[in-house]
């Protein structure tokens, strides 16, 4: 897939499909994703390197989660955490309170987790392969 060819009604989850934490991430997205708002891209893919690219983003600066929204804006770290939660509505819209931190603090202890998360939750060997059913969410 070519960056003109991406969704422009989806917003675009950018994740480390090594990191299980993350993988648990893009699972309770999916299944709490109700008006199919999103997609997921491995950071380490083709696609998630030409994103990254087509945007400017050193990838080496991100490493754990950034969302795209084609056309629009991208976000990443703890904006990126938050805009995800809140666009999932119900419960997650009270997260919304986050956003009087600042993004320097927050971003600091999503950092503390970023860098500690293959130390507290593992990592897989290659990047997830969705079920058959799950396919339509990834690109």
């Given at each position: 897939m070519?960056?003109?060819?991406?969704?422009?009604d989806?917003?675009?989850i950018?994740?480390?499909?090594v990191?299980?934490l993350?993988?648990?991430?893009v699972?309770?997205?999916?299944?709490?994703d109700?008006?199919?708002?999103?997609?997921?891209?491995?950071?380490?893919?083709e696609l998630g390197k030409?994103i990254?690219?087509?945007i400017?983003?050193n990838?080496n600066?991100?490493?754990?989660?950034?969302l795209?929204?084609?056309?629009n804006?991208?976000y990443?770290?703890?904006?990126?955490?938050l805009k995800?939660a809140?666009s999932?509505?119900?419960?997650y819209?009270l997260l919304?309170?986050?956003?009087?931190i600042?993004?320097?603090?927050?971003n600091?202890?999503y950092?503390f987790?970023a860098?500690?998360r293959?130390?507290?939750?593992?990592?897989?060997?290659?990047?997830?392969?969705?079920?058959?059913e799950?396919?339509?969410?990834f690109?």
């Amino acid at each position: 897939m070519e960056i003109n060819e991406l969704p422009i009604d989806k917003k675009i989850i950018l994740f480390d499909g090594v990191c299980n934490l993350c993988n648990a991430s893009v699972q309770l997205i999916i299944r709490k994703d109700k008006k199919d708002v999103f997609r997921f891209v491995a950071l380490q893919s083709e696609l998630g390197k030409k994103i990254l690219n087509h945007i400017g983003v050193n990838t080496n600066s991100i490493d754990s989660i950034l969302l795209y929204e084609p056309g629009n804006a991208y976000y990443y770290k703890a904006e990126a955490a938050l805009k995800i939660a809140t666009s999932l509505g119900g419960f997650y819209n009270l997260l919304v309170i986050f956003k009087i931190i600042p993004n320097v603090v927050s971003n600091y202890f999503y950092d503390f987790v970023a860098t500690n998360r293959y130390k507290w939750y593992g990592k897989k060997e290659s990047c997830m392969m969705p079920t058959p059913e799950l396919k339509a969410k990834f690109l």
